[in-house]
């Protein structure tokens, strides 16, 4: 149970062009989602909490009209990098609030590696 | 504001080996949770183990297991009997009423043969 998918896994891109990454709970409702991103060997950096059917909650330092979130439903949360330059490149990352006794808990994607040239 | 540390960077292990990794963290709340996921070359995230601060017995997980000192705020990972499949970065977290977590660094454990 409990398991969290992302698509695509691998994106390559031109700069100037929109990316849409997918991240979806498959075996229960996520109420919450989480988008991190992750530079090589270091930690996770949170960007924003995804709540579904209201605004996204942005870190600061987070430019919410370049990553746009959309929560539309309990499985599916959505990643949108905006006119996407090299210095995007990176290794995105969702996760979904556990339901239940799990709630604390978040579930990870398998993670979106985009590369913009 | 909630932190968590790992002060070991890296850290090997022979196959078979017992390993420890460190974790301490800062917080003033009094119900909260800690983890530890790992981070394979693959690069998905994979919940080992939760603990949940209220409870004072040590959570463990087959092979993993915890120890848990609230009041030196201190969340140690024991690896027994390591495999070469937990080679991986570990990371502990700290979580509070479902909102988000906070990562420490992370540890690049390396188990050899």
């Known amino acids: 149970g409990a398991v969290v998918s992302q698509h695509p896994s691998w994106v390559i891109c031109k700069s100037g062009t929109s990316v849409k990454i997918e991240c979806r709970s498959l075996d229960f409702q996520a109420t919450t989602m989480f988008w991190y991103r992750q530079f090589p060997k270091q930690s996770l950096m949170l960007m924003a909490t995804?709540?579904?059917?209201?605004?996204?909650?942005?870190e600061q330092g987070v430019e919410k009209d370049k990553f746009l979130i959309n929560h539309a439903s309990l499985t599916l949360s959505t990643l949108t990098v905006t006119s996407a330059h090299p210095e995007d490149s990176s290794f995105y990352i969702c996760?979904?609030?556990?339901?239940?006794?799990?709630?604390?808990?978040?579930?990870f994607g398998p993670g979106t590696r985009l590369l913009v040239l | 504001a909630q932190t968590v540390t790992q002060s070991q960077p890296e850290m090997s292990v022979q196959e078979a080996e017992t390993v420890t990794l460190s974790c301490t963290y800062d917080t003033s709340e009094n119900n909260y949770y800690l983890f530890w996921y790992k981070q394979p070359p693959s690069r998905q995230m994979i919940l080992v183990i939760r603990q949940e601060a209220y409870k004072q017995q040590n959570a463990t997980e087959n092979r993993f297991s915890v120890n848990f000192q609230k009041a030196a705020k201190s969340f140690s990972l024991k690896i027994s009997d390591s495999q070469l499949g937990d080679t991986a970065m570990y990371f502990c977290?700290?979580?509070?009423?479902?909102?988000?977590?906070?990562f420490g660094a992370g540890t690049i454990l390396r188990v050899k043969s």
């Open positions: 995804s709540n579904e059917g209201s605004k996204a909650t942005y």
């Open positions: 977290a700290f979580g509070l009423d479902g909102n988000k977590l906070v």
């Open positions: 996760s979904a609030r556990g339901t239940g006794g799990n709630q604390e808990t978040q579930y």
